[in-house]
């Protein structure tokens, strides 16, 4: 990725731009180096989780600066719709923001504001923090909004019914749809790539692309990932690094400790 016009442009913003679907990578080990190397693999985004793992803001902090200078445009998924957290990981440097679990159009306004200064929002101001190179950025707090892009993820059958409220609500630039939850609230927990699901977050695409909003996924199997791509999604989370890695390591294990058993020797 070229360097930035400005220091306010975004990065996955940009990489929208590009009109084609955007492969990305969800990272969820919590491992700064381990992220500095996938971030150099060719995936477009790296979404870098603070849900399901014990991401601290400090990790965050760390794993931006090894993604730093690489193809790949950073997301930090945020442990809540929390406007405490919201300003300490924008603080940080933080310019593209996923929330889970947003259900209403009032939980994504709120969301919304707590990423906009005032009188727009209710972002604490601060003065020398690593969002704005510690008070070397020129124009910072007035043109911190514009470098800034939220994503909101569907999770839920109720959320689903509020989508277009959800999507049409003023600085909501992404949805994104998790299908674990999802498929919970389906009725069908831990089937994620059940057809029922899939054609349920195919049908939810279309209804947010209508409303205006870019629209993602994160994809459980192969297979479904070439279908959301193909199918209009604008970014997919083809994998994980926890997977790759654990994936390779249970292959590598069976292979070489079948040959020390002697298993299927003649």
């Excluded at 070229?2 to 306010?8: G, H, N, T, Y």
């Excluded at 009032?106 to 906009?116: G, H, I, K, L, N």
Aim: aromatic letters at 8%.
């Amino acid at each position: 990725m070229s360097a930035p016009a400005s220091p306010f442009e975004n990065p996955f913003r940009r990489a929208l731009a590009a009109g084609r679907p955007l492969v990305g990578l969800w990272s969820m080990l919590n491992a700064s180096t381990a992220l500095e190397g996938v971030a150099f693999s060719g995936f477009d985004w790296i979404l870098i989780d603070g849900e399901h793992t014990p991401l601290t803001v400090q990790d965050a902090i760390a794993h931006l600066r090894a993604m730093h200078g690489s193809p790949s445009a950073p997301i930090v998924r945020l442990p809540w719709n929390d406007a405490v957290l919201m300003k300490q990981y924008l603080d940080a440097g933080v310019a593209t923001v996923m929330l889970p679990y947003v259900q209403s159009a009032a939980e994504a306004a709120a969301a919304v504001s707590s990423m906009r200064y005032p009188p727009r929002g209710t972002r604490g101001v601060a003065g020398m923090t690593r969002a704005s190179r510690y008070g070397r950025t020129a124009g910072y707090n007035q043109n911190a909004d514009s470098g800034l892009f939220l994503i909101v993820q569907i999770e839920t059958l109720a959320a689903l019914e509020r989508l277009e409220e959800i999507a049409a609500v003023d600085g909501v630039d992404a949805v994104f749809f998790g299908p674990a939850d999802l498929a919970a609230s389906m009725g069908l927990l831990g089937q994620p790539d059940h057809p029922d699901v899939v054609r349920t977050i195919e049908d939810g695409m279309r209804r947010a692309r209508a409303a205006g909003v870019k629209v993602g996924a994160l994809s459980p199997s192969p297979a479904t990932s070439e279908r959301y791509l193909r199918a209009g999604f604008d970014f997919v989370s083809v994998g994980s690094d926890m997977a790759l890695l654990f994936r390779a390591a249970d292959e590598l294990a069976a292979r070489f400790g079948a040959v020390a058993r002697g298993d299927g020797a003649g």
